[in-house]
């Protein structure tokens, strides 16, 4: 998004982007930056953010929960309760079946037929996932922070492959609100960029009280 006057960037050459309306003569934002540098700030902004003190700790703290729960068989418990929902809704969906087969109309139970059929599919993955859990109780538990180490690792794959850098931007959507660009001649490029993520989970919370929320969910790239 343009710092200037808040127009997206758009694609004005193969590889560059730049501001809408300065194309119509309506922003002085004429400052035009390549895909490749741009995702590549973002990119380094981000792996930045990943490693602060502040979110390391709540990944451990997070992942302890986790293996408390297997470990206390919470999870048995869950997965029961799971199960028993998904007979009840399996069955559910059968009656409905059973009905329009002695001549119901189908119509008149479409909606009815559509909601089970997606909490089957929400009761399925999540029986799944469940089941994954318990699998990894049996095996060695790695060190939090070797775990986190590894997922850091696979994300820098996965944004260095050209071939998987379109799945990458498709997450990067979910933690990354806008990425504005303002117009600076001391900057990188000759753009200040400022990325505002969708969560402030991943920064640490500035100190100075007032401006704290103002500034949780923004970082400079």
Do not use: W
Request: proline share 4%; with cysteine; hydrophobic share 40%.
């Amino acid at each position: 998004m343009c710092g200037c006057c808040g127009a997206p960037h758009i694609i004005v050459s193969r590889t560059g982007y730049c501001c809408r309306e300065s194309r119509k003569k309506a922003c002085n934002n004429t400052v035009a930056i390549s895909r490749k540098r741009i995702e590549s700030r973002v990119f380094a902004a981000l792996r930045s953010a990943f490693l602060s003190p502040e979110l390391i700790a709540r990944f451990e703290e997070s992942l302890d929960v986790e293996r408390k729960k297997v470990a206390d068989g919470s999870l048995d418990g869950e997965l029961c309760c799971f199960r028993t929902a998904l007979k009840k809704a399996e069955a559910g969906r059968a009656n409905i079946l059973a009905a329009i087969a002695e001549g119901a109309p189908y119509a008149a139970f479409k909606g009815k037929a559509d909601t089970l059929a997606a909490e089957i599919t929400a009761l399925n993955d999540r029986i799944s996932s469940i089941e994954t859990q318990l699998a990894s109780q049996a095996l060695p538990q790695e060190d939090a922070r070797g775990v986190y180490q590894r997922v850091l690792q696979e994300m820098d794959q996965l944004l260095a492959d050209p071939d998987l850098v379109d799945e990458a931007n498709s997450y990067l959507k979910m933690l990354v609100d806008r990425v504005t660009l303002t117009p600076d001649e001391n900057a990188q490029h000759g753009l200040e960029a400022v990325m505002e993520l969708s969560s402030d989970a991943l920064l640490p919370m500035p100190q100075d009280g007032e401006n704290a929320q103002a500034h949780a969910c923004k970082v400079f790239c």
